[in-house]
């Protein structure tokens, strides 16, 4: 959703933006990118950037970083990389991450994988210069590019934002007095969590999942067994009595159009013991559910 406004903000228009389709694990499919691309230049609309994914919020598919870039390499467009959620796990995993230093920018959500309070958020240039040339005028003034990029600083200059609360020092603090040893943990046993739940998805009868589970989000839902049940209206009516029983917190999102249940493991005090009361929770939902019809 945040793309759309970052094409309003800069006066682009929403209707310029061009949506890819994805392949069978939810990634970006990069011959319908180059399919998209032909076709504007075609029109006489030149690309302007592609902003690839690496970490959706509603499945954690990465996508194929490496071929978008050779892509983005090849007609000279920008790649952005939307890390906001799953971008950090590179942490601890960089091997799913391949390609990801292809980027031109990345942007990160420490609020989100990195534990950190709202509202931390980062957004890093592979060129500083080009940050600085977007955001260095100051009235009529307009900083050389070649001058000392501390002389005369002030983080307003590059940025939208003006007056701000000091945001870096939460992060700052938290890696120094924890360690990136103690991220790269907490990361890796979210990781592990949710390939747990996964398994224990995969062995009841009752529910399947819906996606690859890539990183930390984990979709699923309960399949009935019963002839001429809406399964997207079930779905809906057992996520709310998960949420009432009080015992456990999930999700949703809609896949394909179809309402699916979501667990997404991103907090460090989470346990293999809270993992192993999804399932039970969700189950016993679906029975007082259709107890009830």
Same mark, same amino acid.
């Given at each position: 959703?945040?793309?759309?406004? =970052?094409?309003?903000?800069?006066?682009?228009? %929403?209707?310029?933006?061009?949506?890819?389709?994805?392949?069978?694990?939810?990634?970006?499919?990069?011959?319908?990118?180059?399919?998209?691309?032909?076709?504007?230049?075609?029109?006489?609309?030149?690309?302007?950037?592609?902003?690839? !994914?690496?970490?959706?919020?509603? !499945?954690?598919?990465?996508?194929?970083?490496?071929?978008?870039? =050779?892509?983005?390499?090849?007609?000279?467009?920008?790649?952005?990389?939307?890390?906001?959620?799953?971008?950090?796990?590179?942490?601890?995993?960089?091997?799913?991450?391949?390609?990801?230093?292809?980027?031109?920018?990345?942007?990160?959500?420490?609020?989100?994988?990195?534990?950190?309070?709202?509202?931390?958020?980062?957004?890093?240039?592979?060129?500083?210069?080009?940050?600085?040339?977007?955001?260095?005028?100051?009235?009529?003034?307009?900083?050389?590019?070649? &001058?000392?990029?501390?002389?005369?600083?002030?983080?307003?200059?590059?940025?939208?934002?003006?007056? %701000?609360?000091?945001?870096?020092?939460?992060?700052?603090?938290?890696?120094?007095?924890?360690?990136?040893?103690?991220?790269?943990?907490?990361?890796?046993?979210?990781?592990?969590?949710?390939?747990?739940?996964? &398994?224990?998805?995969?062995?009841?009868?009752?529910?399947?999942?819906?996606?690859?589970?890539?990183?930390?989000?984990?979709?699923?839902?309960?399949?009935?067994?019963?002839?001429?049940?809406?399964?997207?209206?079930?779905?809906?009516?057992?996520? %709310?009595?998960?949420?009432?029983?009080?015992?456990?917190?999930?999700?949703?999102?809609?896949?394909?159009?179809?309402?699916?249940?979501? =667990?997404?493991?991103?907090?460090?005090?989470? !346990?293999?013991?809270?993992?192993?009361?999804?399932?039970?929770?969700?189950?016993?939902?679906?029975?007082?559910?259709?107890?009830?019809?």
């Amino acid at each position: 959703m945040s793309i759309p406004k =970052a094409m309003a903000l800069l006066g682009l228009g %929403r209707q310029r933006l061009r949506l890819i389709p994805t392949d069978d694990r939810w990634r970006m499919s990069v011959p319908q990118l180059r399919e998209a691309i032909a076709a504007d230049r075609a029109a006489g609309v030149e690309p302007l950037a592609v902003v690839a !994914t690496s970490g959706t919020v509603n !499945t954690g598919s990465i996508d194929p970083l490496v071929e978008i870039a =050779a892509v983005c390499r090849e007609h000279g467009v920008w790649m952005h990389i939307d890390g906001a959620y799953g971008a950090l796990a590179a942490l601890a995993a960089p091997e799913r991450f391949t390609g990801m230093s292809a980027a031109d920018s990345i942007s990160l959500d420490p609020h989100k994988w990195l534990y950190q309070p709202l509202d931390c958020g980062v957004l890093l240039f592979r060129d500083p210069a080009v940050a600085r040339q977007a955001f260095a005028f100051s009235g009529d003034y307009v900083r050389p590019l070649e &001058q000392d990029p501390l002389e005369g600083f002030a983080f307003f200059e590059e940025s939208l934002e003006l007056s %701000r609360r000091f945001r870096a020092l939460k992060l700052w603090l938290s890696v120094r007095y924890h360690g990136l040893a103690a991220f790269r943990a907490a990361i890796r046993a979210d990781l592990q969590h949710a390939q747990l739940l996964a &398994q224990q998805i995969d062995a009841a009868s009752r529910l399947e999942l819906m996606a690859p589970v890539s990183l930390s989000a984990v979709c699923f839902r309960y399949r009935a067994e019963t002839a001429g049940v809406d399964n997207d209206q079930l779905n809906a009516a057992i996520l %709310r009595r998960v949420i009432e029983r009080g015992a456990i917190y999930i999700s949703n999102a809609r896949l394909h159009g179809r309402f699916v249940l979501r =667990a997404c493991f991103v907090n460090h005090r989470t !346990t293999e013991a809270d993992v192993a009361r999804i399932v039970p929770e969700v189950l016993a939902a679906a029975d007082e559910v259709l107890a009830r019809r």
